[in-house]
């Protein structure tokens, strides 16, 4: 069975740092890009950053590019999403999710694609 559990999420002060953390069994690893969605309350669900299946290719959207770094471990299974510099409007549920895709690219603004998503994680940035 295809899972996906996310971890890292916390109340943090506005200009602090998290790392969150996505473990995945069941799937066939390296055949996968991953994202990071969100979604804050009354928002709809937004692309925070992928990364294409062999690490080639990666997309954030406007609003974190610069502060948020998305990257893998391959031996563990592991996606993980450092958020750095964080602000109030970046307090959301954050989901990871897989998309079965061997380019090299990901899509970051095609959440339909992705088949497997996990059940998110708590960031609350406020003093």
């Known amino acids: 069975q295809q899972q996906l559990v996310e971890s890292g999420g916390d109340l943090v002060q506005p200009g602090g740092s998290l790392r969150l953390s996505c473990v995945t069994s069941?799937?066939?690893?390296?055949?996968?890009?991953f994202g990071w969605f969100r979604q804050a309350p009354g928002k709809e669900r937004e692309g925070v950053a992928c990364i294409s299946s062999n690490d080639f290719g990666t997309s954030y959207a406007d609003s974190v590019q610069g502060r948020f770094t998305i990257s893998k471990d391959h031996h563990k299974q592991k996606v993980f999403l450092q958020l750095n510099s964080l602000k109030p409007e970046d307090t959301a549920i954050y989901y990871c999710?897989?998309?079965?895709?061997?380019?090299?690219?990901?899509?970051?603004?095609?959440?339909?694609?992705?088949?497997?998503w996990g059940q998110g994680t708590q960031v609350t940035v406020s003093s």
């Open positions: 069941g799937l066939a690893f390296n055949s996968y890009a």
């Open positions: 999710a897989a998309d079965f895709n061997h380019r090299q690219r990901c899509y970051l603004n095609e959440a339909l694609r992705y088949d497997y």
